[in-house]
């Protein structure tokens, strides 16, 4: 979709002209409210690359190619069902700059510190959009990363920083999407998702405790094969995130909508298995995800 001159038009102007970021995001048509007629929310999520995550599949540098990730976005939201975006600011501006986020719902994605594979990686520091700068650049929410690992201190930062972001959205009556997600160190160190229901159930209270209200707090949970053990713990609305892509897109299909069946869900947010599918068509496997949350979200 993003041609050659829109390309070089885009290059020019992150050299030339610095200024026009803050002009897009004024120009930006936001959509009046953050869900759909259907009462659902259908997000792209593309903030991985911010935390040195680039790998899909067995190709580590898929998201490295910066021109065919925002195609990929673009593709991705052409689509009517797709409600919006989630991303780091990097990725927002582009996108505004190439005019691709009019009529959409934008949440800035906010603790990018926690790097991929790195030794601090649990300490997850606040290095993307703050509550303030949400705000000012007219974005409809803000998400953060919350990985609960009680071996690890570099837990307890990452819990204070994220309740101070609930509270921060929460005075400017903005959405903070949480995702809090129960990780164990391996002998060797390795970080491994616990996806127990007792695990992701203890996680999904943490979360929802943060900050001064839980008013505006959404949270973004995974799949999972007993949804209604983890789900039937909060009231809050939640949407479903993608998690890592298997090689099988019709399982991810089938996983998403258990979740998507129960009260608390209203959407998904999915990132790489559908900017990347193994069978290559970034619109076709939006389409099928959309069309599972349609038959799985009853408004």
């Known amino acids: 979709m993003i041609t050659d001159a829109q390309w070089a038009g885009l290059l020019h102007t992150r050299a030339t002209d610095p200024d026009a970021v803050r002009r897009a995001y004024r120009a930006r048509r936001r959509r009046p409210s953050l869900l759909s007629d259907r009462g659902t929310l259908f997000l792209v999520a593309a903030d991985h690359p911010a935390r040195g995550a680039l790998g899909v599949g067995g190709d580590p540098l898929a998201m490295a190619d910066r021109r065919s990730l925002l195609d ?34 934008v949440i800035g994605s906010m603790n990018r510190g926690g790097l991929a594979g790195a030794d ?59 995702e809090p997600l129960p990780y164990q160190r391996n002998g060797d160190g390795t970080l491994v998702l616990q996806q127990d229901a007792a695990a992701l159930a203890r996680a999904v209270s943490v979360a929802s405790g943060l900050g001064a209200t839980s008013a ?46 129960h009260a608390t869900v209203r959407g998904l947010v999915v990132g790489r298995a559908l900017l990347y599918p193994p069978h290559g068509d970034v619109a076709a496997a939006v389409e099928a995800a959309a069309e599972v949350l349609r038959q799985g979200v009853h408004a």
């Open 120 to 178: 601090w990686e649990i300490d997850d520091r606040f290095t993307a959009y703050d509550a303030k700068s949400i705000v000012d650049s007219k974005l409809d929410g803000g998400k953060m990363l919350l990985r609960l690992v009680d071996s690890d201190p570099g837990t307890i930062p990452t819990l204070e920083g994220c309740a101070q972001a609930v509270s921060g959205l929460a005075e400017r009556g903005l959405v903070a999407m949480v």
């Open 216 to 261: 505006y707090t959404w949270l973004k949970l995974p799949a999972v094969a007993e949804p209604e053990a983890v789900l039937d713990t909060t009231t809050l609305p939640v949407v479903v995130l993608g998690g890592v892509p298997s090689a099988r897109p019709e399982d991810d299909l089938a996983s998403w909508g258990r979740s998507l069946r």
């Open 72 to 105: 990929r976005l673009l593709t991705a939201l052409r689509n009517p069902a797709v409600d919006g975006l989630l991303a780091t600011p990097d990725v927002v501006e582009e996108l505004l700059l190439l005019d691709g986020l009019h009529d959409k719902v």
